[in-house]
């Protein structure tokens, strides 16, 4: 087998960005993008400050996140370890780029250049095929197969090998075949000490970074964090620290708010309309709010004219998967509310909560942001759906004088769900304290975490117990009540992708020996712990 593997070794590297100019270069990115870059780290505090350079981009992991998600098939893996992507089945849905912890995938909605207009290497380079949809270092593959093709060896003949390695002065980056033993990379592997960037999160990345001399088994010294320097990074962080997701916006908060309010109200009105026919038309309008999601996503992608091609990879995507149960909810609910059949409006009930657990499962599965990798995101988005569904029926229902009995037990559910949903709430923040996510991130979440509180259970626990002690007033209290369940929903959905939605960042479990000495602590800037 082959792994073709990149090194950079640290101690070497000088910041001189002159790898990032030769990748643009080689493959015409926009000034936009840049799929290889080096960061400039200021880690420790005056006078323990030390400067690294660190080149980022593709790590082409052995299990990678992106190729998991993508609904189309565009993200692929070669038998020789390069992830890929088809430029022509991708849909620029971003979720390759939200699930990828290093930051290393672009996606360019417009064409982009130097000036206000573009130069005439610009325009006679510009690959129009990459725009709108998610772009990334690719190791210079037709550089590696051209070599192949020709008996050369890459990493050793410079027209086989990836343009920021040729162009490196400081001979800091390095390519091989890490399953060669004989390679460079492997000896470079052996004698040195390395390590790879978020292997805690088990992509097995192809990117490994050297630190300092290999010992003759002796355990390794690591030079303490002097005082104050437990916060590395502080001094510079810009580029390194997590930032937040740029491509999923309140469209992509939309489809979630709909899709949980939607699915919700469908499954109370369905079971409730079994007795009650005349909720039937409540059971439309959840319907039609799960489809009013759908539809505003056609608004997020980037080449919204192959939206079919979703519906490609129901094996590993979860957005591919709702695609399917959407493409399966729609005519049995429509059959099921049209004809009244018990056993179809049941099962059409099942499939809507299937829908409300695939949304929770595409959140899940974003690896590159902490905030909903984190498990106990599913159970806050199946009971945050239920919650909003039961608030919105709620609602409805309060206004219909002759099913009193239907609105006080739609109030009574609202009230356990309003409850299960904040403590799940708790439950989620206090995983994501221990585990350790981005400051910004967890600020994101204190900051509303009282008014969630306050407009999620508090306030519609006292309306719906003043309207059972009350019944002259219970129908607008109840209505109100439901509504703040709602609404304290879809505010926590919107905050969660839109507001709270930072990446993963940078980190270096080692910094480089310099000179005789010891490698340096960690350094993982913006987290809430090392």
């Keep these: 087998m082959t792994r073709w593997t990149m090194v950079a070794d640290l101690e070497r590297c000088v910041g001189c960005q002159t790898c990032t100019a030769a990748c643009r270069h080689a493959n015409a990115t926009s000034p936009a993008v840049q799929w290889r870059k080096v960061l400039d780290i200021e880690a420790g505090s005056y006078p323990n400050v030390s400067r690294i350079f660190v080149p980022v981009g593709c790590q082409h992991c052995a299990d990678p996140p992106c190729m998991h998600v993508c609904p189309t098939t565009a993200t692929r893996q070669r038998d020789d370890g390069i992830v890929t992507i088809d ?15 290093y930051q290393a995938r672009f996606l360019d909605r417009a064409p982009h250049f130097a000036y206000d207009a573009a130069m005439q290497n610009e325009t006679e380079r510009a690959d129009l095929a990459r725009v709108g949809v998610a772009q990334k270092c690719t190791f210079c593959s037709d550089r590696i197969d051209f070599g192949l093709e020709n008996d050369l060896t890459p990493g050793i003949d410079p027209r086989a090998t990836p343009a920021c390695v040729n162009a490196c002065i400081a001979d800091a980056l390095h390519f091989g075949d890490a399953d060669d033993p004989d390679s460079n990379v492997s000896r470079l592997l052996r004698e040195q000490r390395s390590f790879r960037m978020h ?4 992509t097995d990345p192809g990117f490994h970074y050297l630190y300092g001399e290999a010992s003759d088994g ?21 580029g390194v620290e997590p930032s937040h997701q740029q491509h999923w916006d309140w469209k992509a908060a939309g489809n979630f708010i709909c899709g949980g309010v939607g699915s919700g109200l469908f499954l109370f009105s369905a079971i409730a309309s079994l007795r009650y026919a005349e909720l039937i038309p409540l059971a439309w309008a959840g319907l039609a709010i799960v489809a009013l999601g759908l539809s505003v996503l056609l608004l997020k992608i980037g080449r919204p004219l192959r939206f079919i091609y979703v519906l490609r990879q129901p094996q590993r995507s979860w957005m591919t998967r709702e695609a399917w149960i959407a493409g399966v909810l729609f005519p049995l609910a429509a059959l099921a509310l049209w004809t009244g059949v018990p056993s179809l409006l049941i099962g059409a009930a099942v499939v809507a909560v299937l829908f409300l ?7 899940k599965w974003a690896k590159g942001i902490p905030a909903w990798r984190q498990p106990w995101i599913v159970p806050l988005i199946v009971t945050t759906g239920l919650a909003e569904g039961s608030g919105l029926f709620l609602a409805a229902t309060a206004q219909l004088s002759a099913v009193s009995l239907l609105t006080q037990a739609a109030a009574a559910t609202a009230v356990v769900l309003s409850a299960l949903r904040a403590w799940t709430w708790r439950s989620y923040l206090k995983a994501l304290e221990a585990e350790g996510a981005p400051t910004r991130t967890l600020a994101v979440f204190y900051a509303y975490r009282p008014g969630f509180f306050v407009l999620g259970l508090a306030l519609p626990l006292a309306l719906i117990v003043i309207g059972f002690a009350k019944a002259a007033v219970a129908a607008p209290l109840f209505a109100i009540a439901g509504v703040c369940i709602t609404t304290a929903g879809a505010v926590l959905k919107f905050i969660l992708v839109t507001r709270a939605g930072f990446n993963q960042g940078f980190a270096l479990t080692h910094t480089p020996v310099r000179g005789s000495g010891n490698a340096g602590p960690a350094v993982k800037p913006g987290w809430s712990m090392p």
Excluded: N
Aim: hydrophobic fraction near 35%; charged fraction near 30%.
């Design 87 to 101: 430029y022509e089945l991708c849909i620029g849905c971003a979720y390759c780029e939200i699930a990828c912890p």
């Design 199 to 202: 292997e805690k999160l088990k």
């Design 218 to 238: 002796s355990p390794e010294r690591v030079r303490p964090a002097a005082d104050g320097e437990s916060e590395a990074g502080h001094i510079r962080a810009r």
């Design 357 to 363: 657990c695939s949304q929770a499962m595409i959140l």
